[in-house]
């Protein structure tokens, strides 16, 4: 079974600036998928940005990158050019590809991220 | 842009009701799910479908859960007897075959009284 965690309860940013959101994984698979999701007041989930396992060219979308180190199964979310539209909760979730399977998500606990003013 | 809908966003039932929630998947999508998260915890899996059966499901969906796709454009949820432990935000998604983005609705907000 797999394991996502994400240590930071909560954090918060200045508008503008950059911050580093934290996730690590557990499993024993070699082909799976990271995501990042968002989830702001609204309760929708946004799909920020995602990973193929066996890439090691880190994904980037516009101010959002990641910092994926398959070794050390950890997987941060950098957000830069913070904006106040980027508070929300956000959820690193995993999903392997291997065998017979519906691909279901794995999510981490979140991280609620504060844009400050 | 196509997206997933639910319905209805809200709904509030008594305990051991009957609670149907509806999902409208991407039109040319052929995977489907139902995942929960109740208030401040994480999201969960519950079930996946797909060629018209479940092709997963977690611990958590037991015989008080079913799905079905009645009609080719719907995916719906049903909870036969509903607990107060069921009260949760219950996301649907949907995912093109070749692809491995899953795509979310909105929600639907129910709480068991």
């Known amino acids: 079974a797999q394991t996502v965690t994400q240590s930071q309860p909560e954090m918060s940013v200045q508008e503008a600036e950059t911050v580093t959101l934290s996730c690590t994984y557990d499993?024993?698979?070699?082909?799976?998928?990271l995501f990042w999701y968002k989830q702001p007041p609204s309760r929708q989930m946004i799909l920020v940005i995602r990973q193929e396992a066996y890439k090691q060219q880190n994904a980037t979308e516009n101010r959002f990158s990641v910092n994926f180190q398959k070794a050390a199964k950890s997987f941060s979310l950098k957000i830069s050019d913070s904006q106040l539209g980027d508070t929300a909760m956000y959820f690193c979730a995993f999903m392997k590809l291997s065998g017979a399977g519906s691909y279901q998500l794995t999510f981490g606990k979140g991280t609620k991220l504060s844009v400050i003013p | 842009e196509p997206e997933v809908t639910q319905t209805p966003s809200h709904q509030v039932t008594q305990m051991g009701q009957e609670v149907i929630l509806r999902c409208v998947p991407i039109?040319?999508?052929?995977?489907f799910y139902w995942y929960r998260q109740i208030l401040g915890q994480k999201v969960e899996f519950l079930v996946s479908?797909?060629?018209?059966?479940?092709?997963?499901k977690s611990e958590i969906f037991d015989d008080q859960f079913s799905v079905e796709r009645p009609d080719g454009s719907n995916f719906t949820l049903k909870i036969r007897s509903t607990k107060l432990e069921d009260s949760a935000m219950y996301f649907c998604?949907?995912?093109?075959?070749?692809?491995?983005?899953?795509?979310f609705g909105p929600g639907t907000r129910l709480l068991v009284l």
């Open positions: 479908f797909y060629n018209n059966e479940i092709s997963e």
């Open positions: 039109s040319n999508h052929l995977y």
């Open positions: 499993t024993s698979e070699s082909n799976y998928y």
């Open positions: 998604a949907s995912k093109y075959f070749s692809q491995e983005t899953q795509y």
